[in-house]
């Protein structure tokens, strides 16, 4: 991927001046992986709508690196700031946007949803009840 590194200042900022001028309604998002183990994105340059929340953004990235469901999707800003899904591309990038005109957008997948080996820590549910009602029960 080639984004700071490969091309200078002065080409980035006339390469989001040209797109922002081509299209005036949306915004220009550089996105892509954060640590070696994060699952890579087909593409990096995003124009998004000026209203378009994260969350949405979200659902377009994980469609494009085919993550396993199993995983929860992170997104932080370049100086290692959670994006909070709720929020939307025009207000974080009003904030954030890189002199160069980009908004910088890193992401890590992350298994958030219990345990990868689909254990419940010794504990199963009687019929019809769940792990979590099973865990509050005996806290």
């Known amino acids: 991927m080639c984004t700071r590194k490969c091309a200078s200042f002065d080409d980035r900022l006339s ?4 797109m922002r001028a081509k299209y005036p309604d949306r915004i220009p998002i550089i ?3 954060k640590g070696k183990h ?3 994105i087909d593409k990096h340059k995003f124009m998004t709508p000026r209203d378009l929340s ?12 085919q993550m396993d469901p ?6 932080f800003l370049e100086n290692n700031t959670l994006v909070v899904a709720s929020s939307v591309v025009e207000h974080v990038y009003t904030r954030y946007a890189d002199d160069d005109g980009f908004l910088y957008v890193t ?14 820590n010794g504990l ?3 019929a019809g009840g769940s792990v979590a009602e099973l865990q509050s029960e005996t806290a």
């Open 15 to 18: 390469e989001s001046r040209a």
């Open 31 to 33: 996105i892509h992986a």
């Open 38 to 40: 994060a699952p890579s």
């Open 54 to 65: 994260f969350s949405q953004l979200f659902y377009v990235v994980r469609k494009r690196i």
């Open 70 to 75: 199993s995983k929860a999707l992170f997104f």
């Open 107 to 120: 992401y890590r997948a992350e298994s958030a949803f219990g345990c990868a080996s689909g254990r419940t």
């Open 124 to 126: 199963e549910p009687e």
